[in-house]
């Protein structure tokens, strides 16, 4: 759910967090693995909301599973907290599309966001960078985060990163995942086969020109297979259309194919059963990229399975349940998108105070990130980079500087007005406070 990730998160951040649920379940799930408050009851109703704390909270999360109830929930803040961010989960298109509702909402302040939405930007931003398994792009369109498994050809397996020599390509290791852990590197941490690794780059040709370093061979782009023609599916599919990528949606529904065949001018529509094993296999060998978007996360993960067995070159599954996210690296499947993560992330953007730019979460919410801007009498600006202490939890991973980004090494200076991309192991951001105030 994505109610109870935001409360971990907010919780792990140091914040006052009370929740409210209706089902039983739920209430006893949050009590016993969360440092919250909860409450139980319908969250529409508002003597509940005044009991939890309404009129006084400086963030009030309308995210349940009904759309009626959040946007309920969303006009009553409004109402008796009008300071309060406010952000509400609408999935409804006949909602999001209706200027009475939508500009209501979003005139009072509010925040409005679809998890679903959130998803097909992130397979949309997966599909731009070859073998990534994560991209989070930030705001000002030229710095990025991109996550990579790495091969067995990688020069860098078996050597202390301070020897790889990174900076020759400009590029900065600002994470690593070794057996599910996320750390922070140091320069004597040394690469593995089958870890995964987070990166940033100031190459002009962006990751690309790294992919040998890698060990991951270059991509022989063909089609891109849809298993799933829901509305995930079909704007997919309508963004690579408009790159002039040759696109394919798989549907087992007859109607719901004409639907798509009527409203998508260049997609290939097949009207088929993308669980047959026999047809998965025979798309994957004409498939650059399979994008396992079916309603059913297990049915995902199997068609991703089944089409790299049939020689797909990347395979990408919607999925949210968090065993399956583990799991899903180990089986050899490329990357993973959870609605439910990708809405905490967009989140996450909207509650960045003034002194952030932008903020994201990564590697399933096991780091954050945040892009600031450099204050006049900011620590940062006392010394070099390397001189200034910051705790092991952080790395600056890139700045931005006259509008072109900078991966900076340890003899680097700040100056007033630098806008810093800074990468944190979740749990720590509180450790960059000092170091955004006054020296």
Not at 321 to 333: D, K, M, R, S, W
């Amino acid at each position: 759910m994505v109610g109870t990730s935001l409360a971990k998160k907010l919780s792990a951040d140091g914040h006052h967090v009370v929740v409210i649920a209706q089902e039983a379940a739920v209430v006893k799930q949050v009590q016993e693995s969360m440092d919250v408050q909860v409450m139980q009851g319908d969250a529409a109703d508002g003597s509940l909301l005044q009991s939890a704390g309404l009129m006084e909270a400086e963030l009030i999360l309308a995210v349940t599973d009904s759309d009626e109830n959040n946007i309920i929930t969303t006009l009553m803040a409004q109402t008796y907290n009008p300071n309060a961010k406010i952000i509400a989960r609408v999935r409804k298109k006949q909602f999001l599309d209706n200027p009475v509702i939508a500009k209501g909402l979003t005139l009072g302040g509010a925040m409005l966001f679809s998890p679903e939405h959130a998803a097909v930007e992130m397979v949309l931003d997966l599909l731009q960078v070859d073998h990534a398994f994560e991209v989070v792009p930030f705001k000002l369109g030229m710095v990025r985060i991109a996550g990579f498994h790495l091969g067995q050809d990688s020069p860098l397996l078996g050597r202390p990163l301070q020897e790889c020599d990174l900076a020759k390509y400009s590029t900065l290791v600002v994470a690593v995942d070794q057996g599910g852990e996320v750390v922070i590197p140091s320069g004597r941490t040394v690469l593995q086969a089958a870890d995964r690794v987070m990166l940033t780059t100031e190459s002009p040709n962006g990751f690309a020109q790294i992919l040998p370093l890698l060990g991951r061979p270059p991509v022989q782009h063909r089609k891109i297979v849809i298993a799933g023609g829901g509305w995930k599916g079909e704007q997919i599919a309508r963004e690579i259309e408009k790159r002039g990528i040759p696109v394919v949606i798989l549907e087992k529904s007859l109607s719901r194919c004409q639907e798509l065949a009527e409203s998508l001018d260049n997609v290939d529509v097949i009207h088929c059963d993308a669980t047959d094993p026999a047809t998965i296999r025979h798309m994957a060998k004409r498939a650059s990229t399979l994008i396992g978007m079916t309603g059913q996360q297990e049915v995902n993960l199997v068609l991703c399975l089944l089409a790299r067995q049939g020689g797909a070159g990347r395979t990408i599954a919607l999925m949210d349940n968090e065993a399956y996210l583990t799991l899903a690296p180990t089986l050899g499947i490329d990357a993973v998108v959870s609605p439910k993560l990708a809405a905490v992330s967009k989140i996450m953007r909207f509650l960045s105070h003034s002194k952030v730019i932008d903020a994201a979460t990564a590697f399933n919410g096991q780091l954050d990130a945040i892009f600031v801007e450099v204050q006049a009498r900011s620590r940062l600006l006392a010394s070099p980079l390397k001189s200034l202490g910051l705790p092991k939890a952080l790395i600056v991973a890139a700045v931005v500087r006259d509008e072109k980004m900078i991966v900076p090494k340890g003899d680097f200076n700040f100056i007033y007005g630098d806008k810093a991309l800074i990468i944190t192991a979740a749990g720590h951001l509180h450790k960059l406070d000092l170091y955004l105030g006054a020296a």
